[in-house]
Structure formats: C-alpha cells, structure tokens
C-alpha cells in the first residue's frame, strides 16, 4: 500500500521474488480508477517506463504481476500493443516506454508514472530528466519507482532526497508465494553475501573506491566451511571504557590451513557490554573452536586484559600484542592478503565484511571505531605476518 504523507516519488527497494511488480500494477491500477488510498480520482494519464519496450510489456503489461494479470475481468483495460497503452473505460489511458530512448518521453505529459527496474536502465539521469519534464498534469502528480538496487548515483539521489518515502521488500518477506526450491537453493546459497543483500535482501551495496577491501575481493574469497587448520586463534581487540556508551569488543576467529591460506571462522564482536561479558565470550569461542591461543591487544588495558580473561578462564593461554603504528597502517598488509587471494571466509560475515568495505584512510564512514577490523588485522598479523621464529609474549594461567 502507498505510504502516508506528501511525497513525490514512492521509492521501493526489493529483492527477486519480493512482489515489487505486483506492488507497482496495483499502484498504478489504483491511480487510473482512483481507487482510495491510491488517489481521490482517476488518474487520466500514466506513463510505464521500463529498461526496454520488451521488458516494459512482458514484465509490467502481460505479465504474471502485471497490470492485465492483477485487473479483476470488470476493471481490465484494453491493452492495445500496435499503440503501446493500456485504456480503462473511464477513458484512464498508460503508456509504455523504453528507457533506452529518452527522447520518446519528450513531448507527452503525464500525471502518474511507474518507473521500473530504474537501476538497470542504460542512462538513467536521462531518463529519469525526460520523466520529470513530462509530469505535469494534475494537482500532485507522483511517481513510482519499483528495482533491485544497484550503487548508481541516481538511485543514491532519490534516497537521500526529502520528497521520498522509501520501502524496502525482502525476498523473504513473500516466501508464500515463491517455489520451495527457489528459498532452499538459491537464497540459502547467497543470504549474506554482497549479491544476496543486494538481490535478495533489496539493500543498496556501495564499494568505497578509497577502502581497503571491496566486496567482490572478499566474495571471490569466500568458501562454505574451513578445511584442516593447523593453528587457530581468537583475537580480542578490547573497548577503552566499559558500559552503555563504550565502543564494542572485537572479538574474531581465524585460522591457518595446511594450504598456507587463512581461513576468518567466527565474528563474535560484542557491543557495550562489561570487560565480564566480552572475556567470558571470547574464552567459549575459544573452547568451541579448539583455538591455540587468544590474541588479546593491550594498549587500552595493559595488564588488565590478562586478568579479566585469568578470571573467566585460567587455563586459556594468552598472547598480548601491543599497537606501535595507526590501524591503517596495521591494516595495510593484512588487505594485501587478501588482494594476493590468501584470506578467505568460512561463511558470511555481514558486519565485519560492512565495516572492512567502508574502512577508508579517515576511519569507517560510519564513523565508528572499526573494532571488528582491529581483531581482524590482529588474527591475521598472528597467524600469516609474524616473522619465521619469532617467540610472542604468551602466558598460560594456572
């Protein structure tokens, strides 16, 4: 159902499966009858642009959501393909367009549209320009955009723009309504990864051309479970401060294969939680894993950190490794590991892998402390990057 308020474009993000298109046919169906809550009155003319004619047809027209499909007999327009458009008989008339041909839209005028699928489109500012000169009938007239989204600048304005209501529409979200088979194998296959958010999840996934990862390097990467590993370990990257505005603990699993690869297995950071909580977690992750050591950063605790773990477990052998240089810095050869294809992830690590994709040379773009990053780099440092020999401080308790 369209959202409340005074908005311009109805923007709605949705993965395969998820009903964007239906949602997009009753809209405009609901404009052209001026049916309550779509419009006070019929809508007499709509503009269907699609990244084709073809798609605009198949998909929006004649198809298994579309507008003939989703029309009760009484209300069906009659589609006339020869001139491209949908009449209803109170005299409403839509009519499709190619995106691929700015040029169509000039001329006509409209007082609703249905943009679909608008982050395929070939050149979408022009045609997203021609569409806007065009709506000038009416009192108020709205659009709707129905995609998947893609990191296109257009998309990202419309999002940030005021005169926006944004919905989002999971796959998931119409699972009742999908093939068994479809759940099973294709989103159990990508659910977290950067395709499946995108595709599936209905997320907009942008790249920072000035981070240290990208998400296709890590992807590339990515295995469905570990093999043999010859040394595991987990790295605590503590908070500073403890309790509800502390930052979060980093806390990640990795080990090293026989094959000379690092292998991430576990994210287990926690948020403003006590020095109790994160060591107690780190030390079952530690067990559950059958880890050689926790690596456990110092600058922030000294002594401190030892202690809180001696307390959660005495028996967990634990190697202090204490920061000289920025986190850039620190971060700079583990990223080269995984440009060289000697780091992968067993699994899915959504916010690590979030955190590692926007971490730029001024820090996160969120602006957050890249916890998970700090425990990460550690790890790796520990297990691929440490010279041959080399006898780290380690203390076992007890």
Partial sequence: MPPDGRWTTWLVLGG?????????AEWV??????????????????????????????????????????????????????????????????????????????????????????????DPDASWDMLQFALRLGERPRQMVTTTPRPVPLLRRLMDDPRTALTRM???????????????????RYRGTRLGRQELDGELIEDRDDALWSRDEIDRGRVAEAPALQRIVVAIDPPA??????????????????????????DAT???????????????????????????EVNQGGEMVETIVR????????????????????AEPVALLYGQGRVRHAGVFAELEDQMCNFVP?????????????????????????????????????
């Avoid at 990057?385 to 203390?395: C, D, K, Q, Y």
Wanted: aromatic share 6%.
């Fill in 241 to 266: 401060t403890s309790g509800a505005r502390s930052a979060a603990c980093g806390i990640v699993a990795a080990g090293l294969g026989s094959d000379g690869h690092a292998y991430v297995l576990a």
């Fill in 29 to 122: 169906r609901g404009m052209a009858t001026g049916k309550t809550p779509y419009a006070k009155a019929p809508v007499g003319r709509i503009a269907l642009v699609g990244e084709t004619l073809a798609d605009a047809r198949e998909v929006m027209v004649e198809g298994i959501s579309g507008l003939l499909a989703v029309s009760p007999p009484r209300e069906r327009p009659e589609w006339q393909p020869s001139r491209r458009r949908l009449e209803w008989s109170n005299g409403a008339v839509a009519q499709i367009f190619s995106a691929t041909d700015p040029e169509s839209l000039r001329g006509p005028q409209f007082g609703a549209a249905w943009a679909d699928e608008l982050a395929k489109w070939p």
């Fill in 270 to 296: 926690i948020a403003r939680a006590g020095p109790k909580v994160w060591a107690e977690r780190a030390v079952s992750l530690y067990h559950t894993l059958g880890a050689d050591r926790l690596v456990a």
């Fill in 16 to 24: 395969r499966g998820a009903g964007k298109t239906r949602a997009g």
């Fill in 362 to 398: 001024a820090g996160t773009a969120e602006g957050v402390s890249p916890d998970r990053i700090d425990a990460l780099v550690w790890a790796l440092t520990v297990l691929m990057l440490e010279p041959t020999g080399a006898s780290p401080r380690v203390r076992r308790f007890g």
């Fill in 311 to 330: 307390e959660a477990d005495p028996t967990v052998p634990v190697q202090t490794v204490r920061a000289s240089r920025g986190k850039w810095t620190r």
């Fill in 170 to 188: 999971a796959t998931d979200a119409n699972a009742l309504n999908l093939a068994p088979g479809f759940l099973e194998t294709v989103v159990g």
